[in-house]
């Protein structure tokens, strides 16, 4: 399929103000441009977790697979190995894939799957009506956390990159231009692609003033470098006031999950009559 | 009737566990039906670890509380199975290990020294002595190191040979027939009925009693066209599992109760998506970490059970090597005729008990794969909860020309949009529903209750799991029926009244403290008369479920 409608009928129901429509906008024009370079639609799979990002898969008008919160990650390595022709997205919110879904985040990054990561982070949980996230700042007011939550943020960039991480970035939901390059940048990826996006949540956390006075791109940064990528990820935690680089912090070419698993192509010896071989050794 | 056990003890590290399967081998080659039961503490090196070889002219699958031949490597197998000793058993023993025991003894040190040969093979020593012992002729044991040990098998036969010259000929076993069998444990039976099934994908994440599904899949799969995968845990697991199936590959995977209680998000998402998916449950003492390496049927309700919401899900209760294999295989076969998720449920005996193979038994293997009428129509207008008569949708799979595949763990629409409109969210369930309603047709139409023993006999042992096989020899000494379901759900309820016609007084066996099975029945208006629990984690013997339904019927 080359080109469709690539939103559905199904009715939109993020605020006014979303961020979630920027990260829409971004993924929808970057599929546009890939399928004008001879990308199919039909091999494109959105997998989503739980929240107001995840919604996205009801929007777009491609396959998808609208998981369980937290439950991106797996989800998308099975289809993967499944059918590694399949080109893999993953739609995930901070408090989907950084709480409940961490561990799996982890071993992505571990295995250097080749799927794209896009993680909504408005730093908020919004479908639940505002509670703290892991990257909501210290003494963020949340309706679990009416006196400021007593626990610090964590940094998912230096994460991902402690983790193996192949392709580390961040991006801002009020930045188009870059986002759609990022976006873009990580599915030509060849492996295990994340993307931070900071994200506005218009009702429960509206940062757009904070991140407007504070994000930079970044400049005279060599992607190559792992100690450049971790030393830049360290300057904002996420937490005290300092600038936000925003862009691709670092990028590296490995051998894939895939490329490992299938190393040797699968034997298509006839099921039977490796059963009655395997029978006759047990005799 | 010959019937003849061996038990083999020792360390753990000891081998003790592929000497009970060397033995077992030996009786293979003199044509008995065999079955060893596997003993051994949560731990890697040290501890004590024993197998139990049974042979008998009949098939079997349970262990006798006596033996005929003891294999002592220490102490410890003399004065921890005293009461499996009668006055009779030939006693093997290591004569520098075994200090205590009377009866033949092996100069293994010596032996080992002699032969150059590493303490492992200490135990080729025994099974060389206790050869003789029995009577077994030397080229058996000749043939049986050749076909069953991987490496180092002259040595093995020189250590073997030693000690089988060294002693006496005590009671000898007869030969019974001149064909044998494969060998394999419930695991291996359970993957390779997968396989035969047609599954693409085996997804793990190691726990007893159902890691060897795992480590054997593993093995295989360079041979094979499948996939395997050990994730990071059994969330993981299960929703990668769903991955799979969602593009196209059938996936199963395999946990202990343990695990099953981290997959039952991901049970509850394959019944709300279609997605379908084979569980393998090999259940163990509980709860919590329970007694690992034990045995247990505690988690029937558990399965029966778990998840959120109302969905149809098939359960298969196997009670041997055989039904293993065969449901394992309807297991994944029916799932994705389903799309419902599917459980076969084990317990550690079943899982990692050894047993006769016979190919020749599992029967029927290949429903239709496909409801007839309901053909796959794909393109634009493709809608993956598409409504039908049966309930099921036809599936199509991402990847496939001007066609979108939508599947959501939410309430959704024909197409896969999400909704929580009230009309959609009936139908939706009815859907479900249906295809509950269908699958219990077909199963009806399978061989889910079985019977064996005293057919015409009023009173009926009701047995599931692998207590079908300790059950089935009680029944023939007092010639009982047996009545096993071997499909928990959907319940074969019509099979099962036909199965109890005539019963009067009916005795379950489980290895449960609450009668998991019984209280199932009486959900259905059968009253269980009277129950036979155990739950110490060991299974029945023979002798002792004798002895306690003789109790029960006095």
């Known amino acids: ?112 799957v080749d799927i794209t ?111 450049a990528a971790f030393w830049k990820a360290r300057e904002w935690d996420y937490n005290a006031d300092a600038r936000i680089a925003l862009g691709l912090f670092y990028r590296q070419v490995m051998p894939t999950f895939e490329d490992r698993i299938f190393a040797h192509p699968p034997d298509n010896t006839d099921r039977q009559k490796r059963i009655e071989e395997i029978l006759q050794e047990k005799m | 009737m010959n019937d003849i056990s061996v038990l083999i003890g020792g360390k753990a590290g000891d081998g003790i566990n592929s000497a009970g399967l060397t033995i077992a081998h030996l009786f293979n080659h003199l044509g008995y039906r065999v079955y060893i039961y596997f003993d051994y503490p949560s731990l890697i090196k040290g501890g004590h670890n024993f197998a139990i070889v049974r042979a008998s002219d009949h098939k079997i699958g349970a262990h006798r509380e006596t033996a005929d031949f003891l294999l002592a490597l220490n102490n410890d197998t003399i004065t921890f199975h005293t009461s499996m000793i009668r006055p009779d058993t030939e006693i093997i023993f290591d004569k520098d290990n075994a200090t205590r025991a009377t009866g033949t003894s092996v100069p293994v040190g010596e032996i080992l020294t002699a032969e150059n040969a590493p303490q492992i093979m200490g135990n080729s020593a025994l099974i060389g002595a206790f050869a003789k012992t029995a009577g077994i002729q030397w080229d058996v044991i000749t ?87 050990h994730p990071e845990n059994e969330i993981g697991v299960i929703i990668m599992a769903l991955g799979f199936a969602y593009a196209g590959k059938k996936a199963a995977v395999g946990t202990s109760g343990g695990g099953f209680c981290l997959m039952t998000e991901g049970l509850s998402f394959a019944g709300q998506s279609e997605i379908p998916v084979v569980i393998v449950v090999g259940q163990r003492t509980g709860p919590g970490t329970g007694l690992p390496t034990y045995t247990g049927q505690s988690d029937l309700h558990f399965v029966l059970h778990a998840g959120q919401g109302e969905f149809p899900r098939l359960i298969v209760a196997p009670g041997d090597a055989e039904e293993s294999y065969r449901w394992s295989s309807l297991a994944v076969q029916l799932a994705w005729k389903y799309q419902v998720p599917a459980i076969i449920l084990g317990d550690k005996t079943l899982n990692e008990g050894t047993y006769s193979f016979d190919r020749k038994e599992p029967g029927e293997l290949h429903p239709d794969p496909e409801i007839p009428g309901e053909a796959l129509v794909t393109g634009p207008g493709y809608g993956r909860y598409r ?93 009982l029926r047996v009545i096993q379901p071997i499909v928990i759900s959907p319940f074969p309820l019509r099979q099962m009244k036909e199965a109890l016609s005539g019963v009067t007084r009916l005795v379950s066996i489980e290895d449960n403290i609450e009668g998991q099975l019984g209280s199932l029945l009486a959900g259905h208006g059968i009253t269980v008369d009277d129950q036979v629990l155990k739950y110490d984690g060991r299974p029945f013997s023979v002798d002792e479920l004798h002895r306690k339904v003789m109790e029960v019927l006095k």
């Open chain 2, 143 to 229: 043939e049986v190191f050749q076909r069953n040990l991987q490496k180092e098998t002259e040595k093995n036969l020189s250590v073997a040979r030693k000690a089988y010259d060294a002693a006496q000929i005590k009671r000898t076993v007869p030969v019974i027939g001149p064909g044998h069998l494969p060998i394999i444990t419930g695991n291996e039976a359970m993957g390779l009925g997968l396989i035969h099934g047609g599954m693409d994908a085996y997804i793990s994440y190691p726990m007893t009693p159902t890691s060897n599904i795992l480590h054997f899949l593993a093995e295989q799969a360079p041979h094979l066209p499948i996939t395997v995968v």
């Open chain 1, 117 to 227: 990561m896009i993680i909504h982070n408005n730093r908020v949980y919004g479908l639940t009506t505002g509670q703290y996230t892991p990257t909501s700042p210290l003494g963020f007011r949340g309706r679990s956390t009416p006196g400021g939550t007593t626990e610090l943020p964590i940094n998912p960039l230096e994460l991902m990159l402690a983790s193996g991480a192949t392709f580390v970035a961040r991006g801002y939901t009020r930045n188009m231009e870059q986002l759609r390059s990022l976006v873009k940048q990580g599915l030509l990826h060849r492996g295990f692609s994340f993307i931070d996006v900071l994200q506005i949540c218009a009702t429960y956390n509206n940062m757009t003033d904070y991140y407007h006075e504070h994000v930079d791109d970044l400049k005279d940064h060599d992607i190559s470098s792992f100690e």
């Open chain 2, 387 to 479: 409504l039908t008569g049966s309930g099921v949708s036809p599936c199509a799979f991402p990847g496939t020309p001007e066609t979108v595949v939508k599947i959501t763990s939410y309430t959704h629409d024909e197409n896969g949009i999400s909704t929580e409109d009230a009309k959609i969210s009936m139908v939706m369930a009815e859907k479900r529903r249906k295809k509950g309603v269908r699958l219990l047709e077909e199963i009806d139409r399978l061989e889910a209750v079985k019977t064996y023993g005293g057919r015409s006999s009023p009173v009926a042992l009701l047995a599931w799991g692998s207590n079908k096989g300790v059950a089935c020899d009680v029944a023939g000494l007092l010639g």
């Open chain 1, 1 to 112: 399929m080359t080109s469709r409608n690539l939103i559905t009928p199904a009715q939109n129901t993020w605020c006014p103000g979303c961020g979630n429509f920027s990260i829409q906008f971004a993924l929808k024009s970057v599929l546009g441009e890939l399928v004008q370079s001879g990308t199919s639609l039909d091999d494109v799979v959105l997998v989503t977790g739980i929240g107001c990002h995840a919604k996205m898969a009801d929007y777009l008008n491609v396959n998808s697979f609208y998981s369980l919160h937290g439950r991106t990650v797996p989800a998308a390595i099975g289809i993967k190995l499944a059918n590694p022709q399949l080109k893999v997205i993953c739609c995930a919110g901070d408090g989907d894939c950084y709480a409940e879904g961490l561990d799996h985040l982890i071993f992505a990054a571990k295995r250097n």
